[in-house]
């Protein structure tokens, strides 16, 4: 079945280095959505962003990300974290049953100055 | 727009209560979710809704959980009888559908004792 890996439960962060979450994926769909959600704290997740275009780099909010279907990969990118980056990340993909979305385990991005 | 409204925001049950938890989706959407998150397990999905009509239900919540959507304003999810380890945050999403970008509420903040 579909499924998303998130490999790194905890990142921390030192602000202004760069930011990488890796996102990989599994669907026998050919034409998958994924998506990042970001959850602060006491807060729900929201939509960071999303993509379903092959090889085409995604980017809101300094965050970019690009779906790459021959690396099953949506791997998140930031140039230089900021303390409110701090938050949750997740990943979800989409594709295969209408509007149902599988998520990752999520990542705890940790921003420390 | 009013956004996904969940009520209440917290609960607090004994074991072996009935519990109702309610959500009202963003106007107009068509898709309808209900999550419970933990730290362990992150976000899972409960059940899905269509239009009204049920898509997903959570396999291995089937036994104590049940959703309803009673027209397309209102949703309840009962859990009938709780138990401690059903201690969660319980979340309600809604979309436009096909993988439009999904809404979540405030969330319900249950503890079983």
């Known amino acids: 079945g579909d499924s998303v890996t998130q490999t790194e439960g905890l990142v921390t962060l030192t602000e202004g280095l760069p930011v990488m979450l890796n996102c990989t994926y599994q669907?026998?769909?050919?034409?998958?959505?994924l998506f990042w959600y970001v959850q602060h704290l006491n807060e729900s997740p929201r939509l960071l962003l999303k993509?379903?275009?092959?090889?085409k780099r995604t980017e809101h909010q300094g965050f970019h990300a690009t779906l790459h279907k021959s690396s099953s990969s949506f791997h998140l990118q930031k140039s230089s974290a900021q303390l409110s980056d701090s938050a949750l990340y997740y990943c979800?993909?989409?594709?295969?049953?209408?509007?149902?979305?599988?998520f990752g385990a999520g990542t705890q991005l940790i921003v420390i100055p | 727009d009013a956004g996904v409204t969940q009520t209440p925001r917290h609960e607090v049950a004994e074991k072996g209560q009935t519990i109702i938890l309610k959500c009202e989706p963003v106007?107009?959407?068509?898709?309808l979710f209900w999550y419970r998150q933990t730290k362990i397990q992150g976000l899972e999905l409960l059940s899905y809704?269509?239009?009204?009509?049920?898509?997903?239900d959570g396999g291995a919540f089937k036994d104590r959980f049940k959703a309803e959507m009673l027209n397309s304003s209102f949703s309840t999810l009962k859990i009938q009888p709780t138990e401690p380890k059903d201690s969660a945050v319980y979340l309600c999403?809604?979309?436009?559908?096909?993988?439009?970008?999904?809404?979540f509420g405030p969330g319900t903040r249950l503890l079983v004792l």
């Open positions: 999403a809604s979309s436009l559908g096909d993988l439009d970008t999904q809404y």
């Open positions: 106007s107009g959407h068509n898709d």
């Open positions: 669907t026998i769909y050919s034409n998958p959505f």
């Open positions: 993509s379903f275009t092959d090889n």
């Open positions: 979800a993909l989409g594709g295969s049953a209408l509007g149902r979305l599988h």
């Open positions: 809704f269509r239009s009204k009509s049920l898509m997903e």
